[in-house]
């Protein structure tokens, strides 16, 4: 029997999905007395290490929690897991945490690199323990913004470390407790290996031997994501559909590419490194009153162990009955269905031009500063759909413009792109730049950064639009619209230094298979997840 310690922070569907399909049945830590009954305990910690440690205290879980770690019984810490195990954060000062490793947890500060550090990087197994006695050297899914450093303090519970500008500890162990910073349910088979030896209890006896680093580092990879838009067609099927610069209709009828859950699996087994649904049509109607799309949310993150995105409809909402539910209230909804991340589009462009009217005054009513107070910034994507708006000269517009090679139909040779809301319907007076660098200062965790002008078109993808935004934010962006092959990823790696690159139609019609663009990668010396 396996106790999951969830204390209720945020979504831990993920591994509970993870845990049932190994086999094993799961019971819930639900009152203090239960931890020292527990058999295997899993403490999936989610949000700010404040917070984290804040609840468990609240709760009364601290003190059988470390009487439970004293005693040397089985204990697998997960991301927050792993950090609350040493003395405090940087993210939370004044706050202890659980004191059983020497050492304090320390913000990224990764020079070029963005934080948070999120996707595939792999691990420097340090010395031999059972848990990874089958680990075969994939790399795993990492999602954080804070990182335990090595030190000779704590070097009797290294493991394994990891490197993302700096070296920290991916994995600490000591007897029959383990914990890992990255995530082993969203991190594909490798993942489930690993946690399959922890819940069959093969992961106990101290690792042996001592500390051999060894001196290859660890290698981030580029992030292969595949998108599936969805909608209800003019049968009431929700289907799979694709635009072209976003019209998804074909002789007046919507395209239908596939059935959501079944294509999700698909590019799961094919080696898609991330999926993202996104509820086209969600602005029309409230979000919650649309089961069947909660119902692809849950199916799919029953099967599929890599990270789950999903946009649409996400804002503030009364129903016909007046009853007001908040953006955060929608986006629980979605988390507690599997997603791991969430994506606003709309919302965060009418939330951007309050804050910039305020004078980029956060008085946190958001959705971006709600949702991520609660379940961290990693769990907020800003999903950007902007047009190009040529202009002959930069003193025609206020908004920042770029001298583009693609000229405008008049020959212009400036344009900006402006953001649109309502799946590119309307158009508003803010451009990706500076929607993108205001939403990071509102605590959204990445950018997934749309073109309507290629979307559909296999041009290829927009490296100016890209590389501008890029430039101009230090979380993660990804590249979205546009690739039609293979080199046009490539081509956006080497030309921009985004993390992500998502497709969408040549993935559908499968033109273009995902291993494809990942052996065409590895062949031009660009890094990515098997
Ligand atoms: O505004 O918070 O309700 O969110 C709505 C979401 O739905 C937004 O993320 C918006 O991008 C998306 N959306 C709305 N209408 C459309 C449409 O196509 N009519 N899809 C739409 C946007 C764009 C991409 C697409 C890439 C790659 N889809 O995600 O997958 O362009 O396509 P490609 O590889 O085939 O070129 P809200």
Not at 24 to 30: D, G, K, M, Q, R
Not at 335 to 359: H, M, N, P, T, W
């Amino acid at each position: 029997m396996i106790s999951l310690l969830d204390y209720g922070a945020g979504n831990v569907r993920s591994l509970r999905n993870a845990i049932q399909a190994l086999g094993f049945a799961l019971t819930e830590i639900e009152r203090p007395s239960d931890i020292l009954k527990a058999e295997r305990l899993i403490f999936p910690g989610v949000g700010a290490f404040g917070a984290a440690m804040e609840r468990l205290r609240r709760l009364g879980y601290i003190e059988p929690l470390k009487e439970y770690l004293a005693a040397d019984r089985p204990f697998l810490g997960i991301c927050i897991g792993l950090q609350s195990l040493f003395e405090g954060s940087e993210e939370s000062p004044g706050i202890p945490g659980l004191g059983l490793i020497p050492g304090r947890i320390r913000r990224f500060d990764a020079g070029h690199l963005s934080v948070p550090h999120m996707g595939w990087n792999g691990v420097r197994i340090e010395r031999e323990s059972p848990l990874f006695a089958d680990y075969g050297g994939e790399k795993l899914y990492f999602v954080h913004s804070y990182h335990a450093e090595p030190a000779p303090e704590n070097a009797h519970w290294r493991l394994a470390t990891t490197d993302y500008g700096r070296s920290f500890l991916s994995a600490v162990q000591r007897g029959q407790v383990a914990a890992v910073q990255f995530h082993p349910e969203k991190s594909g088979a490798a993942g489930l290996r690993l946690l399959q030896r922890f819940l069959s209890g093969q992961s106990t006896g101290a690792p042996v031997g001592g500390l051999n680093a060894g001196t290859a580092p660890t290698r981030f990879a580029k992030r292969i994501i595949a998108c599936l838009d969805v909608r209800t067609n003019d049968s009431g099927d929700l289907v799979v559909t694709k635009g072209d610069q976003y019209d998804v209709r074909e002789a007046g009828e919507v395209r239908n590419l596939g059935k959501p859950v079944d294509l999700a699996r698909r590019y799961y087994e094919e080696g898609a490194d991330e999926i993202t649904f996104l509820n086209i049509t969600a602005f029309r109607d409230f979000p919650l009153a649309d089961q069947p799309m909660l119902e692809v949310l849950r199916q799919t993150s029953e099967r599929v162990f890599v990270p789950l995105t999903i946009g649409g409809g996400i804002r503030a909402f009364s129903d016909s009955n007046g009853v007001y539910y908040s953006a955060l209230d929608v986006a629980a909804e979605y988390f507690r269905s599997g997603a791991d991340k969430i994506s606003i589009g709309s919302d965060a462009v009418e939330a951007v031009e309050r804050y910039l009217q305020r004078g980029r005054v956060k008085d946190g009513t958001s959705a971006i500063e709600q949702i991520a107070r609660v379940y961290g910034n990693q769990a907020v994507v800003i999903s950007i759909d902007p047009r190009r708006r040529y202009v002959g000269s930069p003193s025609e517009t206020r908004h920042r413009t770029l001298q583009t090679a693609t000229s405008g139909p008049q020959g212009e040779r400036y344009c900006w792109f402006q953001c649109t809301v309502k799946g590119g319907r309307e158009g508003r007076d803010v451009d990706a730049v500076e929607l993108a660098r205001a939403c990071e200062e509102l605590g959204a965790g990445e950018i997934l950064l749309n073109s309507i002008d290629r979307d559909g078109t296999g041009a290829g993808f927009d490296l100016e639009l890209i590389q501008a935004v890029r430039e101009a934010v230090n979380i993660p962006v990804i590249a979205s619209s546009g690739a039609g092959c293979v080199e046009h990823f490539a081509e956006v790696f080497a030309a921009t230094s985004v993390e992500a690159a998502l497709a969408a139609g040549i993935f559908h019609r499968r033109e273009v298979p995902i291993q494809a663009v990942k052996s065409y990668l590895r062949e031009q010396g660009i890094e990515t997840r098997d």
